[in-house]
């Protein structure tokens, strides 16, 4: 018999971490790994206790429980505490400031040591990478937002951290230009094989970023997995609300299928009575006509049309989004189409549910 070998230990583990702050738990029994070159992303409202989860890892603030290690060692542990500048990891935050009397490339060279040509030679080829070669005589005053942040990146990859922190690294750019910057800061990062914790309260910054992403909510990691898995399987209503707007069917369970306007839906595992929320995504119901008196014509994972009125309909560029009234409740239920459709308010049309497109939760106490 063959010994496999032991997995490779991760470049950044986190084990347990917990921080209070007068008494408040803000950060409680985190723990995370993450593999060189893997973008983790920390993702949830303001408050959450994100930032905090950064400051203990970089080492600016210390945890009251757990551990932190890099490449399977300890750098901060009951007495352990490695100072934050010998952790060999590399911050990038939204309030980056270069040093603006320096020219970009002693930014970029600035805690580089070594014979003066290595370091030119090392900020040259950091700053070809991030396309800001040309303006490395530049002072920070004479770039743009979008090019002082590609500079900021190229200055913190500088000394080749194992580990990139970013706190709402993008937060300061308009919509294009952080876009572009994403994508080429993955690029570099994953080149680099750095191992990245992105701190972000946008659901969309973080799919687009991540390989794995942390879900918080009230100092504590909810959910964890690929941006596919925790959008498609939500574990909550509000995991479900977090990445995008959510319609929401009442029911109650009688002999493990719910009763709704929109048919049965299954509710496996939960007992009778139990008061249960369907959760659908606009995009997810679809919208039909009368077919001249015969009604709409749904497939069969779509289950029972349900009729209703439309209340207003909206033009959003790649999609439409259209309101309806629904017969049966009287409350308004949102269908997002990715086209042209702007049906007159007062129109009557069906709404049917992908089943497969549905999440059924147990209603908790709000
Ligand atoms: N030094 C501190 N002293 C007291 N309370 C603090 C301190 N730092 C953070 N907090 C509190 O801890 C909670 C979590 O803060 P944290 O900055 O980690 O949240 P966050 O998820 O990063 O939020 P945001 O996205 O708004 O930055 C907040 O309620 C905050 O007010």
Redesign the pocket.
Same mark, same amino acid.
């Given at each position: 018999m063959f010994e496999s070998a032991p997995p490779p230990a991760a470049r950044l583990e986190i084990r347990n971490l917990c921080r209070s702050? !007068?008494g408040r738990r +803000?950060v409680d029994d985190v723990s995370l790994k993450i593999m060189p070159g893997q973008v983790t992303c920390l993702l !949830?409202p #303001? !408050?959450? !206790?994100? #930032?905090?989860t950064l400051r203990v890892v970089a080492g600016v603030d210390r945890q009251d429980e757990g551990a932190v290690l890099v490449d399977g060692k300890p750098i901060s542990e009951g007495a352990l505490h490695v100072p934050p500048e010998e952790r060999g990891i590399g911050l990038m935050f939204q309030d980056f400031a270069l040093f603006p009397h320096l020219d970009v490339a002693r930014n970029v060279g600035f805690g580089l040591k070594g014979p003066r040509a290595e370091i030119r030679a090392r900020v040259e080829t950091l700053l070809d990478k991030v396309g800001m070669r040309r303006h490395i005589d530049r002072f920070p005053h004479e770039l743009s937002g979008g090019e002082q942040q590609r500079v900021a990146l190229a200055r913190a990859l500088a000394p080749s951290p194992r580990i990139m922190l970013m706190d709402e690294p993008f937060s300061g750019l308009d919509d294009r230009l952080r876009d572009d910057i994403r994508d080429e800061t993955l690029a570099v990062l994953k080149a680099e094989g750095t191992a990245v914790l992105l +701190?972000t309260?946008e659901p969309a910054e973080a799919m687009r970023m991540a390989d794995e992403i942390a879900l918080m909510r009230d100092g504590r990691v909810v959910q964890h997995g690929a941006p596919y898995n925790i959008y498609n399987a939500p574990r909550d209503r509000e995991a479900a609300a977090f990445f995008s707007d959510i319609n929401v069917i009442e029911g109650v369970v009688e002999g493990a299928l719910c009763d709704t306007p929109f048919g049965d839906f299954l509710t496996p595992g939960l007992p009778d009575g139990t008061e249960v929320e369907i959760v659908i995504r606009p995009q997810h119901l679809r919208i039909d006509f009368d077919r001249g008196g015969r009604g709409p014509n749904p497939t069969k994972a779509e289950g029972t049309p349900a009729a209703g009125t439309v209340e207003r309909a909206r033009f959003l560029g790649a999609s439409s989004l259209v309101e309806f009234r629904m017969d049966h409740d009287g409350e308004i239920l949102r269908a997002q189409v990715p086209s042209v459709f702007l049906p007159k308010p007062g129109t009557r049309l069906w709404l049917m549910m992908r089943r497969d497109r549905c999440f059924v939760f147990p209603r908790r106490g709000r």
């Open positions: 702050f !007068g +803000v !949830g #303001s !408050g959450c !206790g994100k #930032s905090t +701190v309260h």
